[in-house]
């Protein structure tokens, strides 16, 4: 059992091509690492880095998908790393998928020291802790996982820029109703920006963005057509069960 480590579960996603070893409190795999993973575009021979890994639901459903990527995950708790590392070895993925200890918001030298020099990756995939807790969860995993500060996203972006090369993607999700702080913090550095607004069911407001932005471009913004988790009756779509069962890729391309 990895260090420091509770109580785990271990449970199939992807419709069982995933399998992943879990805590049982704090923080647990769900749909938005699984949207977050097939929205990211990558391409086999691509250098992905998902940041904030946690036991690297995001990175390895993404390594799953695609073959020949590589992928570094990274987080900043010791035991969920050492998980994220035997799940990488647990689904077969370890010779390209490589887990390191490491705080996101850490400077250049540390990344550096990690093996994620500057402009290294093709690809970064992330999503942060986005909720501004008014009162904090007790459980410390959780509270790691879910709580920020209102300079969280812009630090993660920060890191993002330093590690894409010219022409890199970012993927993120967040909060549908953060979409406007997403937006000013990519503003800077990246262009291109598509978003794609994801709704519970029909008639329902979205309740996330999954962001994908390229450094550099100063292309205009696109926004998509949202993307339906159920239908009326609360029966998964087609597509959730295309993207979150099977394993497919989330078009953010607007075609």
């Known amino acids: 059992m990895p260090p420091e480590q509770g109580e785990t579960s271990e449970d199939a996603v992807l419709g069982g091509r995933l399998v992943l070893r879990q805590?049982?409190?704090?923080?647990?795999?769900?749909?938005?690492?699984?949207?977050?993973?097939?929205?990211?575009?990558?391409?086999?021979g691509d250098h992905a880095v998902d940041l904030g890994s946690g036991v690297g639901g995001a990175g390895l459903a993404l390594a799953r998908r695609i073959?020949?990527?590589?992928?570094?995950?990274?987080?900043?708790?010791p035991a969920l790393t050492a998980l994220a590392a035997s799940n990488a070895q647990r689904n077969g993925l370890s010779d390209r998928v490589r887990a390191v200890c490491l705080d996101v918001?850490?400077?250049?030298?540390?990344?550096?020291?990690?093996?994620?020099?500057?402009?290294?990756?093709?690809?970064?995939?992330?999503?942060?802790?986005?909720?501004?807790?008014?009162?904090?969860?007790?459980?410390?995993?959780?509270r790691a996982a879910h709580a920020a500060s209102d300079q969280t996203l812009e630090r993660w972006?920060?890191?993002?820029?330093?590690?894409?090369?010219?022409?890199?993607?970012?993927?993120?999700?967040?909060?549908?109703d953060g979409l406007a702080d997403v937006l000013a913090a990519l503003d800077k550095d990246f262009g291109a920006i598509t978003v794609l607004p994801v709704h519970p069911k029909p008639g329902a407001a979205a309740i996330r963005v999954l962001v994908r932005a390229t450094k550099g471009n100063r292309?205009?913004?696109?926004?998509?057509?949202?993307?339906?988790?159920?239908?009326?009756?609360?029966?998964?779509?087609a597509a959730a069960e295309a993207v979150l069962r099977s394993g497919e890729a989330l078009s953010l391309t607007g075609n």
């Open 105 to 142: 918001e850490a400077p250049a030298a540390a990344f550096a020291a990690a093996g994620l020099a500057p402009e290294s990756a093709a690809q970064v995939l992330m999503n942060p802790p986005f909720n501004v807790a008014q009162q904090p969860s007790p459980d410390r995993a959780r």
């Open 157 to 176: 972006l920060r890191t993002a820029v330093r590690l894409l090369h010219a022409g890199g993607v970012v993927t993120l999700i967040w909060r549908a």
């Open 219 to 237: 292309a205009p913004l696109t926004l998509l057509p949202g993307f339906l988790l159920a239908d009326q009756d609360g029966k998964p779509t």
């Open 23 to 44: 805590p049982l409190r704090g923080h647990r795999v769900g749909h938005d690492a699984i949207l977050l993973a097939a929205a990211t575009a990558a391409q086999s």
């Open 67 to 77: 073959e020949g990527l590589d992928v570094t995950l990274v987080e900043i708790d």
